[in-house]
């Protein structure tokens, strides 16, 4: 078995409907973009995520993981914490 190392880029992602706050695992080295750019990549793994609603903000889960889908994601961005 070969394991991959891997870094954790703190990210929000908007949706239609959601706003996503959690940890992307990405290459270790890689940008954000290189991810993003695979096109054999159909969902994302986002770990330690929290959801809100983009009508009022209002928090409607806090999952320890989630995937995301990339039709869903409208925009994409690294959160300096």
């Not at 949706?15 to 959690?22: F, L, N, P, Q, S």
């Amino acid at each position: 078995m070969v394991i991959t190392k891997r870094d954790t880029v703190r990210v929000m992602i908007i949706t239609k409907d959601h706003h996503i706050e959690g940890d992307m695992h990405i290459l270790e080295g890689a940008r954000l973009s290189d991810s993003l750019n695979s096109k054999t990549k159909d969902f994302y793994a986002v770990t330690n995520a929290t959801i809100h609603r983009v009508e009022d903000e209002r928090l409607i889960a806090a999952p320890s993981f989630i995937v995301v889908g990339r039709e869903a994601i409208s925009a994409i961005f690294p959160v300096e914490e």
